[in-house]
């Protein structure tokens, strides 16, 4: 086991698992940050003993954040939360383009289409809203971005 895993392990030992804690992670326009937000999530879940998550938590990530660089032009921002023993995940971009709602069946040969689906079907909840630009609001409440666009997020509960 990698010391930083360890590590992680020890740490988690000392956090109340119920206790509330965030982290946002801003990427630049380049999907290789997909990779990198995918592995510092399971970073997160496993210094708050939490890495029974990790799996479905990285799945919907890496559609949530894929979809934001693949169809926005600008930087992402990844954003975990977790508070009453659920876990949020959001991704923001600068784009206020509403995402495509997902299908209720997606064909097995669609080559595209299928990751909101997907986060529909591993998430509690999902959805999305928009968030207002510099000087023009709070933000929608959201505050994952530098202001505008788009905040889509789903969650998921401990089991």
């Known amino acids: 086991m990698p010391e930083a895993t360890r ?19 801003y990427v630049p326009h380049d999907l290789r940050a ?31 954040l894929s979809n934001a660089l693949r169809h926005t032009k600008g930087p992402a921002a990844l954003r975990l939360r977790w508070a009453g023993r659920v876990l949020r995940i959001g991704v923001w971009d600068g784009d206020p383009t509403p995402p495509e709602l997902p299908p209720d069946v997606v064909s097995a040969y669609a080559e595209e289409g299928r990751g909101l689906a997907l986060v529909r079907s591993c998430s509690e909840e999902w959805g999305w809203y928009a968030l ?27 089991a």
């Not at 496993?46 to 890496?62: F, I, K, M, R, S």
Request: proline content about 4%; aromatic content about 6%.
């Open 7 to 25: 590590a992680a392990n020890r740490e988690a030992t000392r956090t109340e698992p119920d206790e509330p804690w965030e982290y946002t992670l």
């Open 132 to 158: 207002a630009g510099v000087g023009e609001g709070s933000g929608g409440g959201g505050g994952a971005g530098r202001g505008g666009g788009k905040y889509v997020w789903c969650e998921l509960a401990a």
């Open 34 to 64: 997909v990779t990198i937000g995918r592995r510092a999530l399971r970073l997160v879940l496993a210094a708050h003993g939490l890495p029974h998550l990790a799996e479905v938590a990285e799945l919907v990530a890496t559609e949530l």
